[in-house]
């Protein structure tokens, strides 16, 4: 996101990852972790011990789990303090995600796409099982009909990015990048 290029993208990514009226993938993470926050402050305010609650945690998928374990080592005899840096840590999450959503807004222009370019849905179909995946291939294409050289960056690698010759071949987009191929390796961002 830090480079100059524009940056586009279809409705169908916006709503998967923001949702449409109160879902999306963003806020349905965002909810468990504050979710996780609120039942670990509420157990250390009715007298629960820290590492009761770090061992209830452990093997849960807790989001917070690894926070929770080292804030534990830190704050252990001390749990008003712990319950404090909780509910910071709480807040600056929730800001935090609430920044990184208008930044995207800021940033990206979002496009509708109102065609069902259904010969292409066909082609794609026989080869991708995700239906949401070939929606958000469309888009990039309705989008790639504006845009010249439009590259579509996935960090699907197994329905977007592994099919890239074939979206390249049958849409108007020019290349399809895995997320991965940005990820900064000892500070070189190549």
Known sequence: MDCDEQKHSG?????ECFGLHA???CLTVKRKITGEFR???????????LNEIVNQM??????TYYIIKELAETYNGDPISLVEVLRASQRDFEGGCLA???TVDAIVTFHN????????????????????????????????LE????????????DITAFGSLIRRVTS???????????VVDGDRS
């Open 113 to 144: 796409r109102n065609l069902p370019y259904r010969e292409i849905y066909g082609i794609l179909e026989k080869s991708i099982n995700d239906m949401d995946d070939i929606e958000v291939i469309l888009d990039a294409h309705h989008i790639g």
């Open 23 to 25: 879902n999306g993938r």
């Open 58 to 63: 452990e093997g849960k998928n807790c989001k």
């Open 11 to 15: 409705q169908t990514v916006k709503n």
């Open 39 to 49: 039942k670990i402050i509420a157990a250390l305010m009715n007298g629960s011990m």
């Open 100 to 102: 990184r959503q208008d």
């Open 173 to 183: 987009i020019a290349e399809v990048k895995s997320l991965t191929s940005f990820a």
């Open 147 to 158: 845009i010249s050289n439009l590259v579509l960056i996935s960090g699907n690698y197994w």
